[in-house]
């Protein structure tokens, strides 16, 4: 069994390398794609937008955060007569996607409309690691549970609904409701500081 302070370091260690390979994927999100020239010293300034702690990283770390998200399917190497060239896959585009919309803050009225947003969601069990990122992502947003699938939020919330379901590549296996009244909502109504 591994000491605590190796756990610990390793722990640190590997959260580093998680920050850069996002920096890497929302790099080449934003350029479209980056050369393989970037692994050059020099080449590492074009990411340091994305790097917090640019003057910590080294150039091993960028080389193997480009390996392994290669190697996870995020990106590939796409060879031209002008070079090598990394590109997001669909699992990259998918990944990038998910960040935005945990990311995406919802519009609220200065007075609420006294009608609730339902997103009712049924998604295979093939599927389960997206339906818990979809979970993830309702949660982050701001909506209520009331069962497993059936998630309350009392703002207008289409346009977020129509991205998540385009995103995520969720089409029919999401409902978009604008419910009147809920059966005994003065909870929900405490829980959102409606009254």
């Not at 190796?6 to 479209?32: H, I, N, Q, W, Y």
Request: proline content about 3%; hydrophobic content about 45%.
């Amino acid at each position: 069994m591994k000491p605590t302070v190796s756990l610990e370091k390793d722990l640190r260690k590997e959260m580093r390398m998680t920050a850069v390979r996002r920096a890497v994927l929302g790099s080449v999100a934003a350029v479209g794609v980056i050369s393989t020239a970037l692994i050059a010293p020099n080449a590492l300034l074009m990411l340091k937008p994305f790097l917090k702690q640019y003057e910590r990283q080294k150039k091993y770390q960028t080389k193997k955060a480009i390996s392994r998200l290669i190697a996870g399917g995020f990106l590939m190497m796409e060879k031209t007569s002008r070079g090598s060239f990394v590109v997001l896959t669909k699992k990259g585009k998918n990944c990038v996607a998910q960040w935005e919309l945990r990311g995406y803050k919802v519009k609220k009225p200065k007075k609420w409309d006294k009608k609730w947003r339902v997103v009712i969601f049924d998604i295979p069990e093939k599927r389960k690691q997206l339906r818990g990122e979809v979970r993830t992502i309702l949660t982050g947003i701001g909506f209520v549970r009331l069962q497993d699938s059936v998630w309350i939020y009392p703002y207008n919330c289409e346009e977020f609904v129509v991205l998540l379901k385009a995103e995520l590549g969720l089409g029919r296996d999401v409902l978009y409701l604008i419910v009147d009244r809920v059966e005994d909502d003065r909870a929900l109504r405490i829980r959102f500081k409606l009254d």
